[in-house]
């Protein structure tokens, strides 16, 4: 390495800027050259603040074309946050360069979306000094956007107003203000003065008349009608509020607000709401009642109850209206919230509609359909051209365990048969994905990482021999089993963790055979006499041993002699082994311990993460039969403290023991209960692959279904409904006691428990009526008991009344007469009459 490019690598800028001083073309384009040369050699280093500084005065000093330097600064691995431009343009402008501003707009369009925000200062310095028009692209908007809300650490920014005002931007970006997906998120930042800095600004320019006051709300309400996440709409919701529309501007917008009203999510409706009940007779009455409608069956009962109270306003302000108004009301008959249905037929019958009587139809059984059994595995990949393409749709991002599987048997039978073909189509997807073996000490665990891993060895991409090593030395370090060596990993991770190990080794063979632990079903199972089968063909091959252990944890339960006798006339090894597990009965039942754990210790003064968590989580400890030798560590769990990692590969786990719901859930719970306890968002995708399993749940799965229910995250409580009609279909539901689980975490705080009416409405209204009641029966003992039941108490108390009329079944609820004894008016003790009332029937 020479002079000139030690000093760009270590960040030397006076020295760089002195070695460019008086240079000629010719040797600046060496240099250049050289520089290239340099960074693409270290490929896998950082370049950060002060290197990445340096490196751009020297990429435009040097370099011969726009192109080039946007190609070399553009580098995933060059970080131009809080890189100053002004050096840059002062070397450009000493060596004449007239291209500056093609520089900016090709790293606006090259930077990827995080880098682009944490670069644009530096692309906007670039193009304010050659007075060069902004790009008007999302990331860049995204950059501006960001740019007015980073802080000042030294107080010396003008005020937000002020800045907005000269800002030479602002005209241009503007428009796209409300145009560019999640550039609200930006906005909500702030200026460090409050999250409504930017919008009043832009309210306070549009007052003077420096912005156009109906672009603003045109642009505002376009937003809101495009929709997005609710923290990134949340600037525009109090940009309209300053903006305070009036009569006469809600009237010619009048079909925004009502689409708005009738479809926009919670926060945008109730603002279209008050808009236009502010607004007066903005909205043609017919219009008005088609919106009042759809609203009226909505969920959200803050504003539905509003919609009611300005619907009787409405009626009694305009009498001749009344009765067209009173059948609008009986809509809200169908509302979940019993509450709401009585307010609202009361109202429809005051102004003259008269609801016709419906008999209610009483079944004392769940209506679901029958379950179906498991769809077949996919057949194994056939080509190489098949394997790319499966590779090539899951690269970056996660590996399903069907596809994982798949592909491992996919790499061993081509890898092993076509290895040039194979690297030749391989390769070029994995350069393009940017796949690169991930060095972090987690990634030593990581499933995703291995497999990664395994296709840039068939690729023949980085060092071979060091992944050989690699493999050797986690096979080595196994012993007599994953247990010996997880340290507080769980066991199914290293299992998966030992078969890609033992998988790398066996790419240096010779026409593999490819999976004997590979599915026959989607769950994971594997069909005893495909295994045998399987066996038979292998011959007096020997096979690999983590990937046989694999193959026999995935048999079902139970004992079959007649196939133990057939696999032991083989007179193999394996034979033998498969003849002994048949007769053994496979895998024992744990013994299953529902425990409760505390927070991990304090790190220090100042552990800010340590106050985020929850105080205490129940989960559950196996230990095996006493009998029996745990050689693979997977009955054994002891649950960790909160706080500690929590492994987020549980995805994968329902396929290591596919008949064993109860122990695979243990495994997982921890993980489930995050997305109820810390609003992790993913874990609750496991829970309908642990139903479409087999084999008894016992408390782990009852109590991941009571975490699932509560979870944060709509799709993670989705994947508990999904899981909890599988398994009443199937008639392995123990609603009873994920009810209790529910009831006494609820009691406890430890998930919140309106959360669970959502997805428990869902189940109802899909057939699960019986099982929904049930559970709630015995989840209200325990929220009950209590002096002050926890929030959603009373809509669980409402579904429950709805569910036991519904079944026209009695289950006793204790403590629900003393509820109803206390008397008031309280929506509590209301709810309990109504289930009271419903039990009597």
């Not at 644009?120 to 193009?127: E, K, M, S």
């Amino acid at each position: 390495m020479t002079g000139f490019a030690e000093a760009v690598v270590r960040g030397r800028m006076s020295e760089v800027r002195s070695a460019l001083a008086g240079l000629d073309e010719p040797a600046r384009r060496a240099l250049g050259d050289e520089l290239v040369a340099e960074v693409r050699h270290r490929r896998d280093a950082w370049w950060w603040q002060g290197e990445a500084a340096t490196l751009a005065v020297a990429a435009v000093g040097t370099l011969s074309t726009p192109t080039k330097v946007a190609a070399l600064l553009g580098r995933r691995s060059v970080w131009l946050s809080g890189v100053d431009a002004a050096p840059v343009v002062d070397v450009a402008r000493e060596r004449g360069v007239t291209w500056l501003a093609d520089v900016a707009y090709k790293l606006a369009d090259r930077l990827p979306r995080d880098r682009m925000v944490a670069g644009w200062r530096f692309v906007a310095g670039l193009l304010l000094a050659e007075k060069a028009p902004p790009p008007t692209g999302d990331d860049f908007v995204r950059g501006w956007a960001a740019a007015q809300g980073w802080p000042d650490p030294r107080g010396t920014r003008p005020p937000t107003v002020d800045r907005l005002r000269a800002d030479p931007f602002l005209d241009a970006l503007l428009p796209r203000l409300f145009e560019v997906d999640g550039v609200g998120t930006e906005l909500a930042r702030g200026d460090g003065t409050g999250a409504e800095a930017l919008p009043r600004a832009l309210a306070a320019l549009a007052a003077e008349g420096r912005l156009d006051r109906a672009v603003l709300l045109n642009g505002v309400l376009g937003r809101l009608l495009r929709g997005d996440r609710p923290g990134a709409l949340r600037p525009f919701l109090i940009l309209h509020d300053l903006l305070a529309p009036t009569p006469d501007e809600v009237a010619v917008r009048s079909s925004a607000y009502l689409r708005l009203l009738a479809d926009g999510p919670g926060p945008v409706a109730r603002a279209a709401q008050r808009t236009l009940r502010e607004a007066g007779d903005a909205a043609e009455p017919e219009a008005l009642w088609e919106a009042a409608r759809t609203v009226l069956a909505r969920p959200e009962k803050a504003l539905v109850r509003a919609q009611v109270s300005w619907l009787d306003r409405l009626a009694r302000q305009h009498p001749d209206q009344a009765p067209e108004i009173g059948a609008v009301l009986a809509v809200a008959a169908d509302h979940p919230d019993a509450g709401l249905r009585e307010r609202a037929l009361t109202l429809a019958r005051r102004h003259g509609h008269r609801p016709v009587a419906v008999a209610t139809v009483v079944e004392a059984r769940d209506d679901l359909p029958p379950p179906l059994p498991a769809p077949a595995a996919p057949p194994p990949i056939a080509d190489v051209d098949e394997l790319v393409e499966e590779v090539a749709a899951t690269l970056r991002g996660l590996w399903p365990a069907s596809v994982l599987e798949r592909v491992m048997d996919g790499l061993l039978r081509l890898g092993t048969r076509d290895r040039d073909r194979l690297e030749v189509a391989l390769a070029p997807v994995l350069r393009r994905e940017r796949v690169a073996e991930y060095e972090h000490i987690w990634a030593r665990s990581d499933p995703s990482f291995e497999i990664d891993r395994l296709l840039l060895f068939v690729a023949r991409i980085g060092d071979a021999t060091r992944r050989r090593d690699g493999w050797a030395s986690t096979l080595a370090t196994a012993g007599g089993g994953p247990a010996a060596v997880a340290s507080g990993r769980p066991a199914p991770m290293w299992l998966y963790r030992l078969r890609l190990a033992e998988a790398g080794q066996r790419l240096d063979g010779r026409d593999d055979p490819g999976l004997l632990s590979a599915p026959t079903s989607a769950t994971g199972a594997v069909e005893p006499s495909v295994l045998y089968e399987r066996l038979a063909a292998l011959g007096d091959r020997p096979y690999w041993r983590w990937d046989y252990a694999q193959a026999l944890l995935r048999l079902p339960a139970g004992v079959d002699e007649p196939l133990a006798a057939r696999a032991e006339a083989l007179g193999t090894p394996g034979g033998v082994e498969l003849a002994a597990w048949l007769r053994g009965g496979g895998v024992p039942a744990p013994v299953q311990e529902v425990v409760t754990v505390g927070r991990r210790d304090r790190s220090g003064r100042h552990d800010w993460s340590y106050d985020q968590l929850p105080e205490r989580r129940r989960l559950v400890a196996l230990t095996p039969p006493a009998d029996v030798d745990d050689r693979f560590g997977l009955l054994t769990v002891r649950p960790s403290a909160i706080g500690r990692r929590v492994f987020d590969a549980g995805h994968l786990w329902p396929t290591v023991l596919p008949g064993h719901r109860g122990v695979v859930a243990a495994h997982v719970l921890a993980e489930v209960a995050t997305t109820a306890q810390e609003d992790v968002a993913g874990p609750g995708a496991v829970l309908p692959a642990l139903a479409d399993c087999t084999g008894a749940g016992g408390p782990a799965l009852d109590l991941a279904l009571a975490y699932g229910l509560c979870a944060r995250h709509e799709a993670d409580r989705v994947g508990a409904l999904d899981a909890l009609l599988i398994l009443a279909a199937a008639g392995d539901l123990d609603a009873p006691a994920v009810g209790g689980h529910l009831g006494e975490l609820g009691a406890q705080g430890q998930v919140i428990l309106t959360r669970a009416v959502t997805p428990l409405r869902d189940a109802v209204a899909a057939g699960a009526r019986l099982s929904v009641w049930r559970l709630l029966a015995s989840a209200l003992t325990p929220l009950l008991a209590g002096p002050t039941p926890p929030r959603g108490t009373p809509d669980l108390l409402a579904l429950a009344a709805e569910a036991a009329t519904a079944t026209g079944v009695r289950i006793d609820v204790p403590g629900l007469a003393d509820v109803v004894a206390r008397g008031g008016s309280s929506r509590l003790v209301a709810e309990a009459r109504r289930l009271t009332a419903a039990l009597a029937v």
